[in-house]
């Protein structure tokens, strides 16, 4: 099993930021935790080749500016060259044309719905993408 030890946390609302690392830290979560609030500033993280990738990327789709899938086609490249980047579709939507569409990206490796849960973050956090895999 893969142990997280790096977290992004990419979304705007700064309230659902505060809380899910809350929730993280709750759940056993002792790493680096990178919080972007929007997926410009977190692609430019991921893109600069001194900084280490994070393990696991929860990703919002409803943002400004760029939004998740925006984000994950244009990480693209990144993920591929980093295999044990995990990303994960976080969000408030329970669109089925939402969860359709994550699970039709490679690059989006699972989908779950806000909010986070200490139960779901431990999954995340012991075994990667499990809760939720599609």
């Known amino acids: 099993m893969a142990h997280i030890e790096r977290i992004m946390l990419v979304d705007d609302n700064e309230a659902d930021n505060v809380y899910h690392e809350l929730i993280l830290r709750a759940a056993g979560f002792e790493g680096e935790l990178w919080i972007h609030e929007t997926g410009e500033s977190a692609l430019g993280q991921l893109g600069r080749a001194s900084v280490l990738p994070p393990c696991l990327i929860l990703l919002d789709i409803n943002m400004p500016g760029m939004d998740g899938f925006e984000f994950a086609a244009a990480a693209a490249p990144l993920l591929r060259r980093h295999p044990a980047l995990i990303v994960v579709m976080l969000t408030s939507s329970s669109s089925p044309q939402d969860h359709a569409r994550a699970t039709a990206m ?29």
């Open 106 to 134: 490679s690059e989006i490796s699972s989908y779950l719905t806000k909010p986070l849960t200490v139960s779901s973050a431990r999954a995340l956090i012991v075994g990667g993408a499990s809760p939720g895999r599609h």
